[in-house]
């Protein structure tokens, strides 16, 4: 296999350098699993000065960012048959999981990064996906940008150690995570499950389905109402239902099974 290419179109390249003390992607840059390539745009902007914005037509506040330098520096890049631009912008489609499980199968990522306040709506047209984090707006697209390198990566084999861990996270699976707990068994008067350390795999088990279900319910119902029969789950019900019912709900939809 190899080296999956992230290839990043920014004003400030030298945000990235975060990804070099990053624990599990550091690893994937070392073991050349991935190549993060930065295309500063400043490189590909306009006279003596490199201009790479201007300002709106119509007037407004601030200045945007210029069509031509940044089609100059996407076609500067080679390009892939398996491969991806995605514009990170405020006004695209909230980044989900599954965008990542759906990417891993890629072997290039083009990431446009927005700056100031916005771009030439015409830069549009070169991206296959228009992608956001939230809600919210940031300073430029440097931050989502690298929030993706570091989502996708993880999902890459031979990134973690234990591919399984996968399985069990939030957004993996329709559910969030189970309470995980590790030594010392009592801290500041709070102490691990009792079931924890019964050494009953099967109630174990058990136990974290209802947590994954109870916590899913409590903070983010909105992962579950879709789901038929689920909406009005409770604890008891949880203790009573079988695996089957989970993979009955849940495999088509996310391709695997929890593995509590």
């Given at each position: 296999?190899?080296?999956?290419?992230f290839?990043v179109?920014?004003?400030?390249?030298?945000?990235f350098?975060?990804l070099?003390?990053?624990?599990?992607i550091?690893?994937a840059?070392?073991k050349?699993?991935?190549?993060?390539?930065?295309?500063?745009?400043?490189e590909?902007?306009?006279?003596s000065?490199?201009?790479v914005?201007?300002k709106?037509?119509?007037?407004?506040?601030?200045?945007?960012?210029?069509?031509?330098?940044?089609y100059?520096?996407?076609?500067s890049?080679?390009?892939s048959?398996?491969?991806k631009?995605?514009?990170?912008t405020?006004?695209?489609r909230v980044?989900?999981?599954?965008d990542?499980?759906e990417?891993s199968?890629?072997?290039?990522?083009?990431?446009?990064?927005?700056?100031?306040?916005g771009?030439d709506?015409?830069?549009?047209h070169?991206a296959d996906?228009?992608?956001?984090l939230?809600d919210?707006?940031?300073?430029?697209?440097?931050?989502?940008?690298?929030?993706?390198?570091?989502g996708?990566?993880?999902?890459?084999?031979?990134?973690?150690g234990?591919p399984?861990s996968?399985l069990?996270?939030?957004h993996?699976c329709?559910?969030?995570?189970?309470p995980?707990?590790?030594?010392?068994?009592?801290?500041?008067?709070?102490?691990?499950?009792?079931?924890?350390?019964?050494?009953?795999?099967?109630?174990?088990?058990l136990?974290?389905?209802?947590?994954?279900v109870?916590?899913?319910?409590?903070?983010?119902?909105?992962?579950?109402?879709?789901?038929?029969n689920?909406?009005?789950?409770?604890?008891?019900r949880?203790?009573?239902?079988s695996?089957?019912?989970?993979?009955s709900?849940?495999?088509?939809?996310?391709?695997?099974?929890?593995?509590?």
């Open positions: 296999m190899g080296s999956f290419n290839d179109i920014t004003l400030f390249p030298k945000a350098e975060l070099d003390n990053l624990g599990v550091t690893r840059l070392e050349n699993l991935i190549r993060v390539n930065l295309h500063n745009l400043r590909f902007g306009e006279g000065y490199k201009q914005d201007d709106p037509y119509g007037g407004g506040a601030g200045m945007v960012l210029k069509p031509e330098p940044i100059r520096a996407h076609e890049i080679i390009k048959s398996k491969s631009t995605l514009l990170m405020p006004q695209g980044l989900k999981q599954k990542l499980l990417w199968n890629l072997d290039q990522i083009i990431i446009i990064c927005g700056q100031y306040e771009f709506e015409r830069v549009r070169l996906e228009e992608i956001s939230g919210y707006v940031l300073s430029g697209g440097e931050i989502p940008a690298m929030s993706i390198i570091n996708l990566t993880r999902l890459l084999p031979g990134t973690l234990d399984e996968l069990n996270e939030s993996n329709p559910l969030l995570e189970y995980q707990y590790t030594r010392p068994f009592v801290f500041k008067e709070m102490k691990v499950p009792d079931i924890l350390v019964s050494g009953n795999h099967k109630e174990i088990k136990w974290r389905m209802q947590k994954s109870e916590r899913t319910l409590e903070r983010r119902d909105d992962l579950i109402k879709s789901k038929k689920l909406t009005s789950l409770n604890t008891q949880v203790k009573q239902e695996e089957e019912f989970f993979k709900n849940f495999e088509d939809d996310y391709g695997f099974y929890p593995n509590w």
